[in-house]
């Protein structure tokens, strides 16, 4: 950690980096209530596909694009002060989706409570790998497991509520993440601030076109492979394997494959002091091609198909915390923005071509366009093995 800790906080070591996972959980499962509502919210405006899909970009940009500059920004001000406002940000803006009456207000949720999940991630995961120094990979690997937990549970939760209570109800979901607003200012420790930076400081060229920037891009390829399992495979289940919309199969096998992400996180950092992280980041991706490949050819909803899936999951996001220490050691000055890189402009990036791999399926068909999709992970593992063959002390360094 490039700063000084000017107030030491309650929670420390694993201890902090267990309530970092609690406060992702719970940050990210709100975070799934657009996909959660989409189908409510089309009927309530009566909009098209088009509109449709700018309101999840909108969402997808405001809480991926701006990562950087908000880890930035933590620096700057304060890492205990942006995580608190973000988780609070998040928590308020986002609830409301549910009781938004015009389709501008839905926008103006979406991107501020986005903004304030952006400010969360490249904020959590710095402190979370200082809480854990013997082993920071551990630390992010239990910050990014906490994620994808709310990330598999969320849907369910939110649904549940809606079709008991109906979505005047969602305000309620607000009450967790206050709460945990309040628990993330007043538990961690304060660190002492860069001081305010110009904005050409901030955004470091170096960080965009150095090799965290590589590291970023590797991870892009990677979360097509992961947006392509989410995604793609539903429809693919529906249009090609006979499965209803709500078919049980589909929400097991998301479920399966999001919380075995999250045990995968944990995973590689600790493989990473024994294997190496290259071995660890690039083995890993070259392994995924496997139960991507088992999981295409393989009856959907036999055992085979369900491990496939985990393995899957799994192995995507081994390289994760490691990729995100790598990131916060070649970029000290800046921990929080190359944090940000990895987790934000991934995300960004994978986006924008998941668009022209969805043209794509409509040209070869769904499955082959899923077979491309996944083969994403073999240039992933190609850019991630140039980048750490050319920094041969970072990959070769504990994590």
């Known amino acids: 950690?490039?700063?000084?800790?000017?107030?030491?906080?309650?929670?420390?070591?694993?201890?902090?980096?267990?309530?970092?996972?609690?406060?992702?959980?719970?940050?990210?499962?709100?975070?799934?209530?657009?996909?959660?509502?989409?189908?409510?919210?089309?009927?309530?405006?009566?909009?098209?596909?088009?509109?449709?899909a700018l309101i999840v970009a909108v969402f997808w940009i405001s809480s991926s694009v701006t990562q950087p500059l908000l880890g930035s920004l933590a620096e700057d001000i304060g890492l205990r002060t942006v995580a608190a406002l973000g988780v609070l940000a998040s928590a308020i803006f986002l609830s409301l989706v549910g009781v938004a009456p015009e389709l501008w207000i839905l926008f103006a949720l979406l991107v501020i409570g986005g903004l304030g999940s952006a400010a969360l991630h490249p904020v959590g995961t710095t402190i979370a790998a200082a809480s854990t120094?013997?082993?920071?990979?551990?630390?992010?690997?239990?910050?990014?497991?906490?994620?994808?937990?709310?990330f598999a549970l969320g849907p369910v939760l939110i649904l549940y509520l809606v079709s008991r209570h109906g979505t005047d109800a969602t305000p309620w979901l607000m009450v967790p993440g206050v709460l945990l607003a309040a628990a993330v200012y007043l538990l961690l420790p304060d660190w002492q601030p860069h001081g305010r930076r110009r904005l050409g400081a901030m955004l470091d060229r170096e960080l965009i076109f150095g090799p965290v920037g590589a590291l970023a891009l590797a991870?892009?390829?990677?979360?097509?492979?992961?947006?392509?399992?989410?995604?793609?495979?539903?429809?693919?289940?529906?249009?090609?394997?006979?499965?209803?919309?709500?078919?049980?199969?589909?929400?097991?096998?998301?479920?399966?494959?999001?919380l075995s992400a999250g045990v995968g996180a944990v995973v590689g950092g600790m493989l990473a002091p024994l294997l190496g992280r290259g071995r660890t980041i690039v083995g890993a991706l070259?392994?995924?091609?496997?139960?991507?490949?088992?999981?295409?050819?393989?009856?959907?909803?036999?055992?085979?198909?369900?491990?496939?899936?985990?393995?899957?999951?799994?192995?995507?996001?081994?390289?994760?915390?490691?990729?995100?220490?790598?990131a916060q050691e070649l970029a000290p000055h800046s921990p929080a923005a190359a944090s940000g890189m990895i987790l934000g402009m991934t995300s960004a990036v994978a986006g924008a071509l998941y668009i022209a791999l969805g043209r794509l399926q409509?040209?070869?068909g769904l499955e082959a366009g899923m077979i491309v999709g996944f083969s994403m992970v073999l240039p992933a593992a190609a850019i991630a093995a140039i980048v750490l063959r050319r920094s041969p002390s970072i990959a070769a360094l504990s994590a």
Do not use: C
């Not at 120094?133 to 709310?150: D, E």
């Open 1 to 52: 950690m490039p700063h000084e800790i000017r107030t030491r906080g309650i929670l420390e070591g694993t201890s902090l980096a267990v309530f970092l996972a609690l406060v992702h959980t719970v940050n990210d499962a709100i975070t799934a209530i657009l996909g959660a509502l989409l189908p409510t919210l089309q009927e309530r405006f009566e909009v098209g596909p088009t509109t449709l």
């Open 133 to 150: 120094r013997g082993n920071r990979a551990v630390g992010v690997g239990l910050f990014t497991a906490g994620g994808m937990i709310g």
């Open 219 to 258: 991870g892009s390829f990677t979360s097509i492979a992961f947006v392509t399992f989410t995604s793609t495979l539903p429809l693919w289940l529906v249009h090609e394997h006979g499965y209803a919309t709500d078919a049980t199969t589909i929400g097991w096998t998301l479920a399966v494959f999001a």
């Open 286 to 326: 070259l392994l995924a091609t496997v139960p991507l490949g088992i999981v295409v050819t393989s009856a959907p909803g036999s055992v085979g198909f369900l491990f496939a899936s985990a393995a899957a999951g799994a192995l995507l996001f081994v390289p994760s915390s490691v990729k995100v220490v790598i």
């Open 362 to 364: 409509e040209t070869i």
